[in-house]
């Protein structure tokens, strides 16, 4: 059995999950979050403890047995806690500014770069060039994490872009000068 699909899931105090058919929604105190479950998963819920099973022991029933695990989990944390992801601009004269809800980018480009973020993504900019990217649902922060270090990623050279807050980007030496 899947290691990671047959841990339970617990359910902090308030949050509650629905199970209707083949869609599962969890509600808590940041929002609601719906999913729909895959063919041959089941889900079933004792007091405050989710649990998942699959169907059969194929390769994609194992495979979506953890996958649908994990994915509960993590609507059940971001409707509790939320998720955030920073960023760091760095760069002589790089700069990130909020717009309203908008993101203002100044990245070596002749034009500065506009993001608006989704529904459910707030974005702001604290000091010393940092972005935080928050919500309730992991996926979408992390797909809009990546869209703005996208729009300039480091160089290996020098570092210069937006990368995300502790990654570490390997330098390469550069050209060395000839005789």
């Known amino acids: 059995m899947s290691r990671i699909g047959r841990q339970p899931i617990s359910l902090p105090a308030g949050v509650s999950l629905t199970i209707d058919g083949r869609a599962v929604t969890v509600k808590g105190k940041l929002g609601t979050l719906s999913r729909d479950l895959p063919e041959g998963i089941e889900l079933t819920l004792k007091g405050s403890i989710a649990s998942v099973q699959r169907s059969d022991e194929s390769r994609s029933q194992r495979a979506l047995h953890g996958l649908t695990r994990s994915l509960i989990a993590n609507m059940v944390k971001g409707v509790s806690e939320g998720f955030k ?87 390469k030496a550069g050209k060395s000068a000839g005789k």
């Open 85 to 171: 992801k920073d960023l760091e601009v760095v760069g002589v004269g790089y700069r990130a500014e909020q717009r309203g809800q908008a993101l203002q980018l100044a990245v070596g480009f002749s034009h500065r770069v506009l993001l608006f973020p989704p529904p459910g993504i707030a974005i702001s900019v604290g000091a010393g060039n940092t972005i935080a990217v928050s919500g309730i649902d992991k996926e979408l922060v992390g797909e809009v994490a990546a869209k703005i270090r996208a729009v300039r990623p480091p160089e290996p050279y020098k570092g210069k872009g937006i990368k995300y807050a502790g990654e570490i980007i390997r330098k």
